[in-house]
Every structure is written in structure tokens, then in C-alpha cells.
């Protein structure tokens, strides 16, 4: 471990910062055991007091958690507190997301063939399947909406559609690991996937597009409230 400071008082809050990085990259996972103090404090070349005041700072976060005679652990991902221009751009582009998605499923609805039908029922199985696991429900959600923007039949929407899933990824990834904590599973989610498979076997294009909207909504919500940003009225 590198980039030690040397004044004392910034010692542990530098501690802190490296430890939330680690969480905010992935090098530690929700669960994951630290190592401990003597180890962390022998890493960072500092004392064990520094290494309790870090860890005393990220405890009061919500960030790790102590278990009693089992050692530290990571708790949970940090949420994000971006600048605010930053928060803007989220807004924007989910904004953005519901709008172009929304008409995508409305396409969808006038073009569907039978094997896009066939394909969006497996994948709203797997979504059922994949509930409380919300890793597992983040693939099945991207391949299920990559297979409504497929069944759209134009392959611009396609390319679309993926670019700002992947700008998205991580705030998405983040609502619905809010989600599972808060309601337990992501089932309430999956009968409205459904439900949109419905109207676009039904050729229902104004109906899928309303179920669309009103699902990504729902989702954006826990991202914006992520941010603690409501959206402008």
C-alpha cells in the first residue's frame, strides 16, 4: 500500500478514503472480511490507532460492519454522492432512457415475431428465477430488454439501447442491490416484465409502452434516490 500521508490527524481519514475506494471499485465485496488492524496497520506503516479511527469512521457510514469474535466485514456497496452536475447528467439520460425505451417496446409490439416472443417469455423466467440475487437479476434484466429492443427490429435502437445501459450500469447495478435490501427480492419487478410481454405478443403498442414507462420509473426512482435527487417537477 502506497501514497501513505504523513501528517497524523490525516492519517486515518486517508485510511478511510483508500478503504472506500477498494468498496466503491469492487476489490472488496459486500461480505467481504477485512484484514485486520495489526495487518491493516503493518499495510498502511501506521498504528493500530489510526487503523481503529479509519475503520470507526466507515462503520458509521454503513460501510463495514464488526462481528463480535469473527473481525470486520464489508456491509454493503457505497452509495453515490456525485457532484451536482454530475446528478444532472443522470437525470438526463435516464430521462432520455425512458423515453427511447418506452417507444422501443412500442415497436416492439407492432413487429414481435413469434421467436422474439418465445425468447422475451424465457427471459422473463430467468428474471423470475434470478429475484434475490440481484447479480443474477442484473444479466436477466439486460438481456431481456436487449431482446425487446431486438424484437423492435431496428438495429440502431439496438445499438442504443446497450450504449446507455452500460453508462448506466453501475447506477442501475446499485438500485436494485437497494432494492433486494429494502424488499428482499426484485419479485414485485417481475410481473410488469411480463405484463409487457403480454402487450407486445397482444400488439398493443399503446399499452407497451405505458407498462414500459411506468416500469423504468419505477427503477430510475431508486437511482435518483440514490443521488438523493428528486426529479424536476
Given at each position: 500500500?502506497?501514497?501513505?500521508?504523513?501528517?497524523?490527524?490525516?492519517?486515518?481519514?486517508?485510511?478511510?478514503e483508500?478503504?472506500?475506494?477498494?468498496?466503491r471499485?469492487?476489490?472488496?465485496?459486500?461480505?467481504?472480511?477485512?484484514?485486520?488492524?495489526?495487518?491493516?496497520?503493518?499495510?498502511?506503516?501506521?498504528?493500530?490507532?489510526?487503523?481503529?479511527?479509519?475503520?470507526?469512521?466507515?462503520?458509521?457510514?454503513?460501510?463495514?460492519?464488526?462481528?463480535?469474535?469473527?473481525?470486520?466485514?464489508?456491509?454493503?456497496?457505497?452509495?453515490?454522492?456525485g457532484?451536482?452536475?454530475?446528478?444532472?447528467?443522470?437525470?438526463?439520460?435516464?430521462?432520455?432512457?425512458?423515453?427511447?425505451?418506452?417507444?422501443?417496446?412500442?415497436?416492439?409490439?407492432?413487429?414481435?415475431?413469434?421467436?422474439?416472443?418465445?425468447?422475451?417469455?424465457?427471459?422473463?423466467?430467468?428474471?423470475?428465477?434470478?429475484?434475490?440475487?440481484?447479480?443474477?437479476?442484473?444479466?436477466?434484466?439486460?438481456?431481456?430488454?436487449a431482446?425487446?429492443?431486438?424484437?423492435?427490429?431496428?438495429?440502431?435502437?439496438?445499438?442504443?439501447?446497450a450504449?446507455?445501459?452500460?453508462?448506466?450500469?453501475?447506477?442501475?447495478?446499485?438500485?436494485?442491490?437497494?432494492?433486494?435490501?429494502?424488499?428482499?427480492?426484485?419479485?414485485?419487478?417481475?410481473?410488469?416484465?411480463?405484463?409487457?410481454?403480454?402487450?407486445?405478443?397482444?400488439?398493443?403498442?399503446?399499452?407497451?409502452?405505458?407498462?414500459?414507462?411506468?416500469?423504468?420509473?419505477?427503477?430510475?426512482?431508486?437511482?435518483?434516490?440514490?443521488?438523493?435527487?428528486?426529479?424536476?417537477?
Amino acid at each position: 500500500m502506497d501514497g501513505t500521508p504523513t501528517r497524523h490527524n490525516t492519517l486515518p481519514k486517508a485510511i478511510a478514503e483508500e478503504l472506500r475506494r477498494r468498496i466503491r471499485e469492487g476489490e472488496l465485496r459486500p461480505g467481504d472480511r477485512l484484514p485486520g488492524h495489526r495487518e491493516l496497520a503493518a499495510g498502511f506503516s501506521v498504528s493500530l490507532g489510526s487503523v481503529r479511527e479509519a475503520i470507526s469512521m466507515l462503520v458509521s457510514a454503513g460501510l463495514i460492519e464488526t462481528r463480535a469474535a469473527r473481525g470486520t466485514y464489508v456491509a454493503g456497496t457505497e452509495m453515490p454522492h456525485g457532484k451536482p452536475s454530475e446528478r444532472t447528467e443522470i437525470h438526463e439520460l435516464l430521462k432520455a432512457r425512458e423515453l427511447v425505451e418506452s417507444q422501443i417496446a412500442a415497436m416492439a409490439a407492432e413487429r414481435a415475431r413469434p421467436d422474439d416472443i418465445e425468447r422475451l417469455r424465457a427471459s422473463v423466467e430467468r428474471l423470475r428465477r434470478s429475484a434475490e440475487n440481484y447479480q443474477a437479476y442484473r444479466d436477466a434484466d439486460r438481456e431481456f430488454h436487449a431482446a425487446v429492443a431486438e424484437a423492435a427490429g431496428n438495429r440502431f435502437l439496438v445499438a442504443w439501447q446497450a450504449d446507455v445501459r452500460t453508462m448506466l450500469q453501475r447506477d442501475l447495478e446499485l438500485a436494485a442491490e437497494a432494492a433486494v435490501r429494502r424488499f428482499g427480492s426484485l419479485a414485485f419487478t417481475v410481473e410488469s416484465h411480463s405484463e409487457l410481454v403480454d402487450a407486445i405478443e397482444a400488439g398493443r403498442p399503446a399499452e407497451a409502452r405505458s407498462i414500459a414507462l411506468d416500469s423504468m420509473s419505477r427503477t430510475h426512482e431508486f437511482v435518483l434516490g440514490l443521488y438523493a435527487l428528486a426529479p424536476p417537477k
